[in-house]
């Protein structure tokens, strides 16, 4: 797992541009704003919240890579931000067929169980606790969504600060809108009632 914190400017650049021509997501609209009722918050956990993602850094990183990748032939869907870690993954995505992409991400699970049982010989283990979803019900709902799935690493304790964790779309956020720009909204729109109140609009 690469230390994105101690990376010069010239290898993040570097970095970011090998993450796009390992095709990871292009998901970031000309400016972060809800503007679909089809837009959702996904995520799933492994079950027991096993540390089963994460039990190599190349798991971490093929499974970011397969998630992200099932927006790859979605015309008319659109993925705002991500985040993989050791044991769950959070999704805000506009989803233009959301039946359709539940499949996906069944067959995704399906794929990585028998993958990982398979390294890790272990036949039969249930790898997987569902997917949970929650439609988005405006902005400020969307916003702290948003902010909630960058900031989850640091939330977990996996790291100090968000952009040093590698297994999400904050890096692509940040050098689209800056960290200052990011931080603005981080306060304009912060997490700490997340389920409570800020959804309701």
């Known amino acids: 797992m690469y230390e994105w914190r ?3 400017t010239k290898e993040r650049a570097e970095l970011l ?3 796009r021509s390992r095709k990871y997501p292009k998901h970031s609209p000309p400016h972060f704003e809800y503007n679909d009722t089809y837009c959702f918050h996904l995520c799933a956990a492994n079950f027991e919240h096993q540390n ?11 499974f970011s890579r397969d998630l992200c990748g099932l927006f790859e032939e979605e015309v008319d869907s659109c993925l705002y931000a991500w985040c993989v870690l050791p044991n769950h993954w959070h999704l805000l995505a506009k989803l233009a067929n959301f039946t359709e992409f539940l499949q996906k ?3 995704l699970h399906g794929k990585s169980s028998f993958l990982w049982n398979q390294e890790d010989n272990l036949r039969g283990r249930k790898c997987w606790h569902g997917c949970s979803d929650r439609r988005i019900r405006g902005p400020r709902h969307f916003n702290a969504t948003l902010n909630y799935i960058l900031y989850n690493p640091v939330k977990h304790g996996y790291v100090k600060a968000w952009a040093q964790w590698p297994f999400s779309s904050i890096h692509e956020y940040l050098e ?3 960290e200052e720009q990011a931080l603005v909204n981080f306060d304009a729109y912060p997490i700490l009632n997340m389920g409570e109140t800020w959804d309701k609009d």
């Open 17 to 19: 541009l090998a993450r």
């Open 52 to 62: 089963i993602i994460g039990a190599t850094p190349q798991r971490l990183e093929q």
């Open 176 to 178: 689209n809108f800056g």
């Open 6 to 8: 101690h990376m010069t």
């Open 105 to 107: 991400i069944g067959h």
